[in-house]
């Protein structure tokens, strides 16, 4: 097993199993982001995020989550190091926009600016909640109110900061083209590499990182537009 982890092929497999993981991550966390515009009350997100602060099973997931992302990033270095060290000296400049898309030839720097994103993101909003504590998830709630108005930390954070705002909708948009790369290529790593599953997957892919980019982007610009 750990020749297999150590090969080539061993790693490739590795990360991809943790992006298709971490691509059901992105849906259920985005699902729960989207009640922030569907009930002004706060009332709707603060229990689905409760939810996800409670449920016995989420709270086992979140450390794997986090081994998750651990590996997919350091083995995602290690291929395209080896791939860098495996390239051939160019005698002449190759266009290689032809046989290949913009995402995919970037994907260690999309991987990278999302990363930036994701601790930001992290600091803002996993940190308070989690370890330091802030005034406002106690405000507005029903004394011995036993969740936090998350809520209301994270809408003020959208009303208040047009930079934070508009952070958000570049992570969406950096995120949606790295999905468009890697859902595809995940699962053609699994095998899922015929030409019929690739043209479907590839198809899929697209209309995966439109829902994600859109998704994560229309948040922050309806508190941006609204009030």
Do not use: C
């Amino acid at each position: 097993m750990s020749k297999f982890l150590y090969a080539s092929i061993g790693r490739k497999f590795l990360m991809s199993v943790t992006g298709i993981f971490l691509l059901l991550f992105i849906l259920v966390h985005l699902t729960i982001n989207l009640l922030l515009i569907f009930d002004d009350s706060g009332a709707l997100y603060n229990e689905g995020a409760h939810f996800m602060v409670t449920n016995p099973a989420i709270k086992i997931m979140e450390p794997i989550l986090a081994l998750g992302f651990l590996v997919h990033i350091i083995w995602s270095l290690l291929i395209s190091w080896e791939n860098y060290k495996a390239r051939p000296v160019k005698y002449k400049k190759q266009d290689l926009s032809v046989a290949s898309s913009w995402a995919s030839r970037n994907m260690l720097i999309l991987g990278a600016l999302v990363f930036v994103f994701l601790v930001i993101h992290l600091a803002n909003f996993w940190w308070k909640i989690k370890v330091s504590g802030h005034d406002l998830l106690n405000q507005g709630l029903e004394p011995g109110a036993d969740m936090h108005n998350t809520y209301l930390l994270v809408s003020t954070l959208f009303k208040t900061s047009w930079f934070y705002s508009l952070l958000y909708i570049l992570g969406g948009v950096l995120l949606g083209l790295h999905v468009t790369h890697g859902f595809w290529s995940a699962f053609q790593t699994i095998g899922f590499s015929n030409k019929v599953w690739l043209n479907r997957l590839q198809t899929v892919a697209k209309v995966y990182a439109v829902v994600v980019a859109l998704g994560f982007a229309i948040i922050p610009l309806y508190f941006m537009i609204k009030f």
